[in-house]
Structures are given as structure tokens and as C-alpha cells.
């Protein structure tokens, strides 16, 4: 009889590394416009399970008086990778008004995402991180208001990343153009291995 060899099944093994990216856009035209983009996201690796959440929001609004032509859009996007599970939800709102001779044009984007990712196997970390809660400052009111003078465009960004072999990156444009132009595009990556 031949030799026989018996192999135990062996475990699963799936990393729990997860890269998550947030990114939007505003442009507004006109004489008197404003673009802003705020973002807020966090990646925090707890051994087995790693989480992320985020929100990233893009308003862009143009007034014009009389015949004066005005242009305002937005968007926003989230791209995940090494999540198990994951949601997305964009949301666009868009609106024009018209009071005393002068025509708002408004359109925002909001994209909210979360995402986990689980580490299976005999070598899955189990360390515990503390809860982490934090509260990101609100971009200022810029239409208190409720006219726009001359051309603005701001960004506000809040990123986090914790664990071994994170990463966060920001990558922002903005652009005035007096008399004609605002708009900002934003980018924030987190990622942890």
C-alpha cells in the first residue's frame, strides 16, 4: 500500500486592509459666485474589523441681476476598495430663486459612505483602539446674508486615519476668476493596511 497523506483544511485567511476615496466638485459662474467643498473622513483599524465612514459635500451658487446670465453644479463621488461591505448614498439638490431683480442659482451634492472590512485567519489581529468621536467645524455661513459680494470659493477638510500603515491624503484646487468664476475640487483618500 502507498503512503497517505491526510491535510487539515486550513483557514481563510482575508486581510482587513481598506482604502476609501471621497471626491467632489463646484463651479459656479457668474459676477457674484461661491464654491464650497467640505469633507469629513475617518479610517480606523481595530485588529480584525477595520472601519470607515465619510461625507464629503460640494455647493456651488452664482447670483445675477437682471439679464445677467448665472450657472451653478456640483458633484460628489466615494470610491472604496478591500471593503466587505460597503453603502453609498449622493444626494443632489438643486434650486433657483428669483427676488428683487436678481436670479440665485444653488445646486448641492452630498455622498456619505461606510465600509467595513474583516480579517479572517489564524493571524488576524484582535487589539483594541479606543472609540474615537469627533466633531468636524461647519464651513462659515457664507450667504447669512443672502447675497454673495464678488467671487469665493473655500474648502474645509477633516481626515483621519488610525492604525499600522495608515494613510491619509488631501488634494484640493481652487480657482476665482473675478467678476466671472469660482470653484474648488476636492479629494481625500484614507487608508490603512
Known amino acids: 500500500m502507498g503512503a497517505r497523506t491526510v491535510s487539515k483544511p486550513q483557514p481563510v485567511v482575508t486581510s482587513s486592509s481598506l482604502t476609501t476615496t471621497l471626491s467632489g466638485e463646484a ?3 457668474g459676477e457674484n459666485t461661491l464654491a464650497l467643498g467640505t469633507a469629513d473622513s475617518t479610517i480606523t483599524d481595530k485588529g480584525p474589523v477595520t472601519k470607515a465612514k465619510g461625507t464629503i459635500t460640494a455647493t456651488a451658487t452664482a447670483q445675477a441681476a437682471g439679464e445677467d446670465l448665472s450657472y451653478a453644479t456640483a458633484y460628489t463621488f466615494a470610491e472604496i476598495e478591500g ?3 460597503f453603502t453609498t448614498k449622493t444626494k443632489i439638490h438643486s434650486t433657483i ?3 428683487e431683480g436678481q436670479t440665485t442659482v444653488t445646486e448641492t451634492s452630498v455622498t456619505k459612505l461606510h465600509a467595513i472590512a474583516i480579517e479572517i485567519g489564524k493571524d488576524a489581529k ?5 472609540a474615537v468621536q469627533d466633531e468636524a467645524d461647519d464651513v462659515a455661513s457664507w450667504l447669512a446674508g443672502g447675497a454673495i459680494e464678488g467671487n469665493v470659493a473655500a474648502f474645509d477638510v477633516e481626515a483621519q486615519a488610525y492604525g499600522d500603515n495608515s494613510y491619509v491624503g488631501v ?3 481652487i480657482l476665482t476668476l473675478e467678476d466671472q468664476l469660482s470653484t474648488v475640487s476636492l479629494s481625500v ?3 490603512v493596511d
Not at 484582535?126 to 479606543?130: D, E, N, Y
Open 189 to 191: 483618500i484614507t487608508a
Open 83 to 85: 471593503a466587505d461591505h
Open 171 to 173: 488634494d484640493v484646487f
Open 126 to 130: 484582535h487589539s483594541k483602539l479606543p
Open 97 to 99: 430663486s428669483q427676488t
Open 27 to 29: 463651479i459656479a459662474v
